[in-house]
């Protein structure tokens, strides 16, 4: 029904019209509606850069080993040419090009024609029908909660291939790994540019679209907010967590059989990266459902940044640190091994359980313990762009009473173990540190924005009762 009606204002409603009578009553959800020198500077400048970083890191470790300074050195000193770089990186090819066209494909089956049967016998997992969080327009999405079962399936054929079969070799991934990153780029730039395209011709939704009047702006940050073909695909979903972090383990599974098939063994670091980031790709598929009431399908639209991002960027850059043990088997220390596998779980605990007592005060309104005690709450009111009145609570018990992000911070924690697993001797696995806490730092301020437009005072109070955003005294 939502789909009917949002047609219909579609054709009603030009682009601009509808920007400036939602601006005002819109104005503290999603992206911006007007936009500055500076954002606009930022997001031709990711537009720029974001490709050639994710280019020059995997280059680096299949012409330079991981170093991120020879081939600048090589260049500034004549020893080669950027041309002579380019001609050695592999280009696209057709076992590439079969490859990555039958894993989406298979993903994308997976996703809408198979419904969620592991909701039924494994306890505690809600999967199957859920609904989103209300949009700006106050509608209230539908989605298909089945990414565990696609994990699980894709995983068990993987695992089905490795020891009984042989249709392929497990180090498939790490062989055409450059080739590859050309198809994702591919699917990237069309699935944002036909976003972009529906946003303004056949949008979802026409009350949830937002122009800025502004090509690349739109163009990065999406028009729509949650663009759907049919009833069940969503892009933002689907994009989110598959193909990109169904594909997270499988490369780092690659990867672990690139570094067996190589040097005879499988190092205990490999075996850390490996298990420490399943742990994080479990942990977002079991909690699938709870991901609807995120920063990423609540307020971000449908652009270049996730569309490219969750093709390109996830799958390329957050495996760095099994990609560099490939080309250096680094063999932990007892102690260190120790130590990194303790961080890495101590940041998931602290994650996962400050995520928990969010989701438990949400969907009891309230109505709980937190650390044994009935949680303090601030109450608040907000308006939806259709005028509506919301009411809600903003939670200043446990976790969320010690810092405002503090399951950031166990984030942050694990992206850290991930890093020190790679030891010291190149800065390339630290890139990934960099990268979440620039980040999620990022988040934090774009988070706490958008919620002192909408909550006004009430949002003044949270941050006089809870002053600090990641480190208690510090941050």
Not at 86 to 91: E, G, L, R, V, Y
Not at 185 to 192: E, M, P, R, T
Not at 199 to 215: I, V
Not at 394 to 402: D, I, P, Q
Request: a positive charge; charged letters at 15%.
């Amino acid at each position: 029904m939502a789909a009917k009606s949002l047609h219909d204002a579609s054709k009603t409603k030009s682009p601009d019209r509808i920007a400036n009578s939602r601006a005002a009553t819109q104005g503290q959800w999603g992206r911006a509606w007007e936009v500055d020198w500076f954002s606009l500077a930022s997001v031709i400048a990711l537009l720029f850069f974001a490709p050639f970083i994710v280019y020059y890191f995997i280059m680096a470790c299949d012409q330079y080993s991981c170093s991120l300074t020879a081939p600048v050195l090589d260049v500034a000193t004549g020893r080669a040419r950027l041309s002579d770089i380019w001609a050695k990186t592999p280009s696209v090819t057709k076992k590439a090009a079969q490859l990555y066209t039958l894993w989406v494909t298979f993903q994308v089956l997976l996703y809408v024609a198979l419904p969620d049967f592991c909701h039924k016998f494994l306890p505690g997992y809600v999967g199957g029908v859920q609904e989103g969080a209300v949009t700006p327009a106050g509608v209230v999405n539908k989605y298909e909660i089945n990414g565990l079962q696609a994990w699980l399936i894709t995983h068990l054929l993987w695992f089905a291939n490795s020891h009984f079969q042989s249709w392929f070799s497990p180090t498939i991934i790490f062989d055409n790994w450059i080739p590859l990153l050309w198809c994702a780029n591919i699917l990237g730039y069309a699935v944002s540019t036909f976003a972009m395209i529906k946003g303004y011709f056949f949008p979802t939704n026409a009350k949830d679209c937002k122009f800025t009047g502004n090509f690349f702006y739109n163009y990065m940050m999406g028009i729509e907010f949650n663009p759907r073909i049919g009833k069940w695909f969503d892009f933002k979903l689907f994009f989110n967590g598959r193909p990109g972090i169904v594909a997270w383990t499988l490369i780092n599974l690659s990867f672990a059989a690139k570094q067996q098939e190589l040097y005879g063994q499988v190092t205990n670091a490999m075996v850390l990266v490996n298990v420490l980031q399943a742990i994080y790709v479990l942990d977002f598929f079991w909690n699938e459902a709870w991901y609807l009431k995120t920063i990423d399908i609540c307020h971000d639209h449908f652009g270049w940044y996730l569309g490219w991002g969750d093709c390109v960027w996830l799958p390329y850059l957050y495996t760095l640190q099994g990609l560099y043990l490939v080309y250096h088997p680094v063999q932990l220390s007892t102690p260190h091994a120790v130590g990194v596998l303790l961080l890495g779980l101590l940041g998931y605990c602290i994650f996962r359980m400050a995520n928990h007592q969010k989701d438990l005060f949400r969907r009891t309104d309230g109505r709980c313990l937190i650390w044994g005690r009935k949680p303090k709450v601030i109450e608040c009111t907000y308006t939806s762009a259709d005028g509506q009145k919301h009411h809600s609570k903003l939670l200043v018990s446990g976790f969320w009473g010690v810092a405002r992000h503090l399951n950031y911070t166990g984030d942050l924690m694990g992206s850290l173990a991930y890093c020190l697993a790679c030891g010291g001797g190149h800065l390339l696995p630290y890139f990934y540190l960099v990268y979440m806490a620039i980040l999620l730092t990022h988040r934090c301020v774009r988070d706490e924005h958008r919620c002192a437009s909408k909550y006004g005072s009430n949002w003044e109070r949270y941050t006089a009762a809870v002053p600090h955003r990641l480190l208690p005294g510090v941050f």
